[in-house]
């Protein structure tokens, strides 16, 4: 069993930066990919990142790419995601997620999810 607990969200104007966090339990963190989701009111849960269990590899939206940066620390049993220029069409819930070792961006793939995390982004 993983829980994810997502921290970081807020309002911010657009150009600006946000860091989301993911802090998961369990302790065997490491074995799992984990990814980031949002979904925008009226809209369908869309990919935006993913990482693997290892860290080595990383996967990115086409509409994040050179914008958002993932990451993971082991030892924290944390992952993070580094939003900078942000866009109004970036305002979302984004939501955490973790899949056992390997990593995907269908949403469906994954079974442990967070709560979700409001991010506004202001023009």
């Known amino acids: 069993q993983v829980q994810l607990v997502e921290s970081g969200g807020g309002l911010v104007q657009a150009g600006g930066s946000l860091r989301l966090s993911c802090a998961a339990s369990?302790?065997?963190?490491?074995?799992?990919?984990m990814a980031w989701f949002r979904q925008a009111p009226g809209k369908e849960r869309e990919f935006v990142a993913a990482?693997?269990?290892?860290?080595?590899?990383?996967y990115y939206a086409d509409s994040v790419k050179g914008r958002f940066t993932i990451a993971r620390d082991n030892a924290k049993n944390t992952v993070y995601l580094q939003m900078n220029s942000l866009k109004p069409e970036d305002t979302a819930v984004y939501y955490c997620?973790?899949?056992?070792?390997?990593?995907?961006?269908?949403?469906?793939?994954?079974?442990?999810w967070g709560q979700g995390t409001q991010v506004t982004v202001s023009s």
């Open positions: 369990g302790r065997t963190f490491s074995s799992y990919a």
């Open positions: 990482i693997s269990w290892s860290g080595a590899s990383t």
């Open positions: 997620a973790a899949r056992f070792r390997v990593v995907t961006m269908r949403a469906a793939e994954y079974g442990y």
